[in-house]
């Protein structure tokens, strides 16, 4: 009989205080918190949920982004199948050091590792540094998928972290081949990583279920 099981590592990875944490915990317990420490090292939690009708658990690694933590955090970067590069929309020094996160991911993780921009604290429209259009043609240009999240009011927060499940099971159940669907970001063979387009919104995500939560420091 096939085994149902599969287990999918994902990182999150961004500078201080983008709320890499606060979109882990979220995700994983529907929990926020405005006094939210910063990540000492790594930490991780999982989730448990139904891609395609097959049981997931999804092992999400949350990174310290200090720089002197960095030798520690690109530890966990082995075996990761999907990736979230997040960077704060009022923050425009977070957004200019994308570039930089996002080679250093990418000498890490395989060409298949499905990449996704994160533009955190969208509901601080009022202080918005980060214009959409710039996050977006960067996201285009280095084949990334992209979406505005708040942690706060859990905007989009369940959808970033869906679709990417959906596009990593893809590449891991069916391969890494290009997909007609629109909106959806898939790995395309031979392309960049996590080529494709943004995620449409207006599609069905899969459905979430059984949540456990956990974690180190290092």
């Not at 994902?10 to 979109?23: H, P, Q, T």
């Not at 966990?76 to 009022?90: E, P, Q, S």
């Amino acid at each position: 009989m096939e085994d149902t099981n599969l287990l999918f590592k994902v990182v999150i990875i961004g500078d201080s205080g983008v709320g890499k944490s606060n979109l882990m915990t979220r995700y994983t317990t529907n929990e926020f918190s405005q006094d939210t420490p910063a990540t000492i090292g790594v930490e991780f939690m999982t989730k448990s949920v139904k891609t395609e009708g097959r049981d997931v658990k999804v092992q999400i690694w949350d990174t310290a982004g200090q720089e002197r933590f960095r030798a520690i955090s690109r530890s966990i970067y082995h075996g990761a199948k999907g990736a979230m590069l997040v960077y704060d929309i009022t923050n425009q020094q977070s957004f200019d050091n994308i570039p930089n996160w996002l080679a250093e991911l990418r000498v890490h993780v395989s060409a298949t590792c499905s990449i996704f921009l994160i533009g955190n604290k969208c509901d601080l429209e009022h202080l918005r540094a980060v214009k959409k259009d710039v996050a977006d043609r960067f996201a285009r240009d280095n084949g990334l998928s992209f979406l505005e999240t708040s942690a706060l009011e859990k905007t989009n927060v369940d959808k970033a972290f869906e679709w990417l499940v959906k596009s990593v099971y893809d590449v891991v159940v069916a391969g890494p081949v290009d997909t007609t669907r629109q909106g959806f970001q898939k790995p395309i063979a031979g392309g960049k990583p996590g080529a494709g387009q943004p995620v449409n919104l207006n599609q069905p995500a899969p459905a979430a279920k059984e949540t456990s939560g956990g974690g180190c420091k290092c």
